[in-house]
């Protein structure tokens, strides 16, 4: 069963404090993604990453970086949390882009509180 | 800007059908996508639609027209565990998946 997992469910942060959200697929997939999602809100693209080091920013960057060491594993890091950034975030990988639907997979998510 | 609308939240009875609908303004079109979320759980693919027409996927069907800038997902004989959020994408002219805000489907017996 091919899985795209989450190290954390939940976590609760204060405000300033460094967060790392790890993300781990394996499915040898080349595209990994970072979404938020909030209550009345579409899904909202963070970073993405089609390769290896390589990293594009979505729609919201701002007061986030990632990283992407391994094809493996995708890491959304929030260099100092604060209070807005308070959210679900979703983590999915999908194949390289070749035509046809690229159906994305996505991780159970990582609920993040910052006090 | 880019728009995807669908309603908040549907309410239907077990063994019912139910229509959900989306309507979308997106810079460009190359394919909308159905996914179904569970609560706490991940969102799960259900559908793709590309061309127009219905495509049926045993108890549920999406139907797309391109002109319109419409799509419905039809669920027939609901049972309780299709109880979750339906999640409506397009995917616009730079292949990037523009979210609807989703809708929360109740079923009750």
């Known amino acids: 069963d091919v899985k795209v997992t989450q190290s954390s469910r939940y976590l609760v942060k204060r405000t300033g404090e460094k967060v790392f959200l790890e993300c781990v697929q394996d499915?040898?997939?080349?595209?990994m993604f970072w979404y938020r999602q909030d209550p009345g809100l579409g899904l909202r693209l963070i970073y993405f990453?089609?390769?290896?080091?390589?990293?594009e920013k979505g729609d919201i960057p701002e007061g986030y970086s990632v990283s992407r060491e391994k094809k493996e594993r995708f890491s959304l890091i929030l260099e100092s949390a604060s209070t807005n950034q308070t959210s679900m975030y979703l983590c999915?990988?999908?194949?390289?882009?070749?035509?046809?639907?690229?159906?994305?997979?996505f991780g159970a998510g990582s609920r993040l509180t910052v006090l | 800007g880019q728009n995807i609308d669908q309603p908040t939240e549907m309410t239907a009875t077990e063994g019912a059908i139910v229509q959900i609908n989306c309507t979308y303004q997106?810079?460009?079109?190359?394919?909308l996508f159905w996914y179904q979320q569970h609560a706490g759980e991940a969102p799960t693919f259900l559908s793709y639609?590309?061309l127009d027409g219905l495509e049926e996927k045993g108890r549920f069907s999406s139907f797309l027209s391109r002109s319109k800038g419409y799509s419905y997902l039809l669920l027939k004989e609901l049972q309780m565990k299709d109880s979750a959020s339906y999640l409506c994408?397009?995917?616009?002219?730079?292949?990037?998946?523009?979210w609807g805000a989703g809708t929360k489907l109740i079923i009750k017996p």
């Open positions: 999915a990988s999908s194949p390289l882009e070749g035509g046809g639907a690229n159906v994305l997979t």
């Open positions: 499915m040898d997939h080349e595209n």
């Open positions: 990453s089609y390769d290896v080091k390589m990293k």
């Open positions: 997106t810079s460009g079109f190359n394919g």
């Open positions: 639609n590309v």
């Open positions: 994408a397009v995917r616009d002219s730079n292949y990037q998946l523009i």
